[in-house]
């Protein structure tokens, strides 16, 4: 039986950037590692882009993209915190920092390891943790 999704808050960390999402209590964080989410430590879950809403800092985000550039990782310009991208593997989706979670702080979660070195055979394997639920 699926979790009741719950609404938490985010920001970045100088509080331009806010933005609400709706994702279950027990989180799935995917720890990628490929090159961007190794330097960043970019542990990240991933939701449709219809449960997620941008409140505040659209005027503030900065994108940045490399290699394929289907991966839109934004950013704060003020601060630098990427508090949210929008992921390779779903283009549809949002990928969200918890750790950029402001309320209700998430009380529970697990780790999935996904090998994005190797993205396109991992693909195969893992496509289900780094695409949004349906």
């Known amino acids: 039986m699926a979790e009741k999704p719950i ?13 609400s999402v709706l994702a279950p209590p027990t989180l799935r964080i995917v720890d990628c590692n490929c090159t961007v989410c190794t330097k960043k430590q970019n542990k990240h879950f991933i939701v449709p882009g219809s449960d997620f809403k941008l409140i505040s800092g659209e005027n503030v985000l900065k994108t940045y993209t490399f290699g ?17 991208y929008t992921p390779r593997s779903d ?7 918890p750790h950029c979670i402001d309320e209700p702080l998430p009380l529970k979660f697990y780790v999935d390891s996904f090998d994005g070195q190797n993205w396109e055979d991992a693909m195969k394997i893992k496509a289900k943790i780094v695409t949004a639920p349906k």
């Open 68 to 84: 394929t550039h289907n991966a839109q990782h934004t950013f704060c310009s003020m601060c630098g915190v990427q508090s949210f």
């Open 7 to 19: 609404e938490y808050r985010g920001s970045c960390h100088c509080g331009s950037v806010k933005y």
């Open 91 to 97: 283009p549809s989706a949002k990928a969200i920092m």
